[in-house]
């Protein structure tokens, strides 16, 4: 009896002991819980295992755990930018090519940059009235050249030709300063040889001095307004271009200025006056400025083509008066001679 009580004894005491220790540690762990609150906590690391099969498992939840409650609206978001932006750049794609497109190429852009750009782009924005202009010059541009050919084509030293024709007619022989006069070109030859014709017919004709002179002169001031007017010829084209090119410039930039100004009027307010009138102003000068070269030109040349003719019908005057003495003073020697042979013969008494 005495060793099975002690037993029990014994038995029972390590059951208590063991329940104090139990309530010890209970009441230590409810006593940390507040201390040990921490603001997050990480994901739980999966622990290394052997087995391949085990190794996928802690993987799969991690990737779960992972994803917040809101992944999936992020994943719908983020899949409908992706979708907006590829529909962007789809039509930003289409937007360049269809600008490329419409750009022109070949003779259409070479025409297109011909009208924008250069002299036809300025016609082109001038007006209407560049266009008259333009016709002007081109036609004062011919008439120039056609009158410097004509010009320079005739003879100005004939002083040379005029002595020799005067020296035949003081021998009497008219025909053959007629045959050198022909044999030249230029007004000068022309007008002495209109009037050494002149003086051939009265002669044969039986006219008297008197008669005779007076047929060569008008026969020379007739032919010699032939002659200034074939030298003058398309001149007063070029004094009209002169004149009228300008105007038309001038009456180019009047209708410009008027359409600048009703612009002004049509968008008062909605733009700056400077910037609303500065583009048709300086698109109505334009009109000016052609009239201008187009008009000046031709105005020097009127006028040099103008002192040339002048120097021209001086030397045909200067021929014509010398003809003339010539004329004179032949028929005056012939008069002489037949008066001297008409005197009676005189008799000697011895």
Do not use: C
Request: proline letters at 5%.
């Amino acid at each position: 009896m005495t060793l099975a009580s002690l037993l029990l004894t014994l038995a029972l005491a390590g059951q208590v002991d063991d329940i104090l220790n139990d309530e010890a540690s209970a009441q230590k762990n409810k006593g940390a819980k507040p201390a040990a609150t921490a603001p997050a906590t990480p994901a739980p690391v999966a622990p290394k295992v052997n087995d391949p099969a085990l190794a996928t498992e802690p993987t799969a939840d991690a990737a779960a755990a992972a994803k917040a409650p809101g992944g999936k609206g992020d994943d719908k978001k983020a899949e409908g930018k992706a979708g907006d932006a590829e529909p962007e750049e789809g039509s930003k794609g289409e937007g360049d090519d269809k600008e490329k497109s419409d750009e022109p190429t070949g003779t259409a852009k070479l025409f297109n940059d011909l009208t924008k750009t250069g002299a036809l782009g300025y016609m082109i924005e001038g007006g209407i009235f560049m266009w008259p202009i333009l016709f002007l010059g081109i036609l004062a541009f011919g008439v120039i050249i056609e009158r410097y050919r004509a010009l320079l084509m005739l003879n100005t030293k004939d002083e040379a030709l005029r002595s020799q024709v005067l020296k035949l007619m003081q021998s009497d022989k008219i025909e053959d300063a007629l045959e050198l006069v022909e044999r030249h070109k230029g007004p000068v030859p022309a007008i002495l040889g209109a009037g050494l014709r002149k003086y051939l017919i009265a002669r044969r004709l039986g006219y008297d001095p008197a008669k005779i002179e007076e047929q060569v002169t008008k026969g020379m001031d007739e032919y010699s307004v032939h002659i200034v007017a074939a030298m003058e010829k398309h001149l007063p084209i070029l004094a009209t271009v002169a004149s009228a090119a300008p105007m038309l410039g001038f009456l180019g930039t009047v209708s410009g200025m008027v359409s600048s100004f009703a612009e002004i009027v049509a968008t008062m307010g909605e733009k700056n006056i400077v910037e609303a009138a500065a583009g048709g102003i300086m698109v109505s000068l334009l009109t000016t400025v052609l009239g201008l070269i187009v008009g000046i030109p031709a105005f020097v040349a009127f006028n040099y083509f103008t002192s040339t003719i002048n120097g021209f019908v001086l030397d045909v005057q200067e021929s014509a008066a010398e003809l003339i003495e010539a004329v004179t003073f032949q028929l005056a020697l012939a008069g002489r001679e037949s008066d001297v042979a008409e005197l009676p013969p005189v008799t000697t008494h011895r």
